[in-house]
């Protein structure tokens, strides 16, 4: 492109000049003071730009519609294209960042620049503004000159400072025609959270059986904080039933997914404990003490007689009775307290949670005992 050249246009005569319209043809494009009218003796100005697009002589006009004698007024237009010129074609024009999680940077993308035309492009700088432009960043190997039909790239990251929409251009300083170039940049950024799934959420056991669960920990918008899991039964929770997040803790790395295992166990009815216990026939405690009143009297009475065989037996016989009441022989008995405890037959829901400072997300899994 051309610098401008001007045309001058007076109004001449006494009375207003009423213009109804000014155009420029072939490769020459106008701007202009003009207005709508002029009044006497007053003036305005078109400036005329040419940017050839074949070689050689070009041609074209300034066209001015009014209510002048003569009218429209033509101003004749005439340049010459060289043929030498550098060009600019970016791919693509504009880029795009979805859902990226504040603070957390994107993956790069890509914009190349490739000079299509005919004579060196000189680049003098790329730089990055707007209202966002501290949201992106770029580095790029478009610098100093780039050869007619050559190529350089700038990359471009987008690390958000805030939630919501965010905006910046890239700007190409150099010296192609319309300079300087730009690439609009916009971008979505989210609060960096995360999601629980898992591939299969319902399962179906025999008591006594354990069965695991795969729950996947889903980064969403560049999550990358450790956060635990737990599991939960409920309140109606079956009985010899329990379950275990294996490991209860993990960090994503922000763009992988991370999977735990759920383990939840069952219990059959001959794997449950019974309580036992032991106790005393009151008519035994009744007996026992008879027999020990009699051999008193006995061994009073044998102490009298002087019998030393009968004071021998009666204390052979006391220490017998005694033994036998501590070893609980013969008027013991036995039992057992509570009933087997076992899964009952239904269906069951197991809570999964995930905690991460003040994010908490859970999935429901389902659990049926037959």
Known sequence: MSPAQTVTVTNTGNLPLAITDITASGDFTQTNTCGKSLTTAAYCTISVTFEPTADGTRTGQVTITDNAQGSPQVVTLTGTGTGTAPAVSLSPASLTFSNQGVGSASATQTVKLTNTGNATLSISGVTITGTNSGDFSQTTTCS????????????????????????????????????????????????????????????????????????????????????????????????GTNCTVSPSSVTPNGSAVSSVKVTVTTTAASEAPRVHFRGHDNRFDGRIALICGFLLVLLGSAKLMGGRRVRLASAVLL????????????????????????????????????????????????????
């Open 144 to 239: 100093g000159s780039v050869a007619a039909g050559a190529d350089c790239n700038m990359s471009v990251t987008f690390r958000p400072t805030a939630a919501g929409s965010r905006t910046a251009t890239v700007n190409i300083a150099d010296n192609a025609a319309h300079g300087p170039q730009t690439v609009s940049l916009t971008g979505t950024a989210i609060t960096p959270d995360f999601s629980l799934s898992a591939p299969t959420t319902s399962a179906a056991v025999t008591a006594g059986q354990t069965v695991t669960y795969t729950v996947n920990v889903n980064p969403v918008g560049g999550f990358d904080q450790a956060l635990s899991l737990t599991c939960s039964l409920g309140q109606s929770a079956p009985q």
């Open 319 to 370: 220490l017998s009775v005694v033994w036998w009441a501590a070893c609980g022989g013969g008027g013991s008995s036995g039992g057992s307290v509570g009933p087997a405890i076992s899964t009952p037959a239904g269906t069951y829901s197991i809570t999964v949670t995930g905690t991460s400072s003040s994010l908490n997300h859970s999935i429901t899994l389902t659990l049926t005992v037959q």
